[in-house]
């Protein structure tokens, strides 16, 4: 079973910036999609962003497009979310999790096989 760790999180101004990564073991990524989701407090898990197995196609939710890039290093078996102008309103948890969607990404939380433990990121000034 892939275990994930998900790391980079903090406390920043709205502009600021944060590096998130994603670190898995137990497993290669390479066979699966990966994806970034949020969650505020009291809300449920919402998508930020996924990626295919090779990184060739991303797709973004629209409240973070041109802002976050997310990229993939497979002989590494890692994962990361650059956020730049971060806003008050991406604070949450932040994870990292695994699907096997056979063509394209999938934004539903519950088509994710594994997640990492999440870290927090916090928007504020």
């Known amino acids: 079973q892939v275990q994930l760790v998900e790391s980079g999180g903090g406390s920043v101004q709205p502009g600021g910036s944060l590096r998130l990564s994603c670190a898995a073991s137990?497993?290669?990524?390479?066979?699966?999609?990966m994806g970034w989701f949020r969650q505020a407090p009291g809300k449920e898990r919402k998508w930020v962003a996924a990626?295919?197995?090779?990184?060739?196609?991303?797709e973004y939710t629209d409240s973070v497009q041109g802002r976050f890039t997310m990229s993939r290093d497979n002989a590494k078996n890692m994962v990361y979310l650059q956020m730049n102008s971060l806003k008050p309103e991406d604070t949450g948890v932040y994870y990292c999790?695994?699907?096997?969607?056979?063509?394209?990404?999938?934004?539903?939380?519950?088509?994710?096989?594994?997640w990492g433990q999440g870290t927090q990121v916090t928007v504020s000034s």
């Open positions: 999790g695994g699907d096997r969607t056979p063509v394209g990404v999938s934004l539903n939380p519950a088509r994710y096989e594994f």
């Open positions: 137990g497993g290669s990524l390479s066979t699966y999609n």
């Open positions: 990626t295919t197995r090779n990184g060739a196609y991303t």
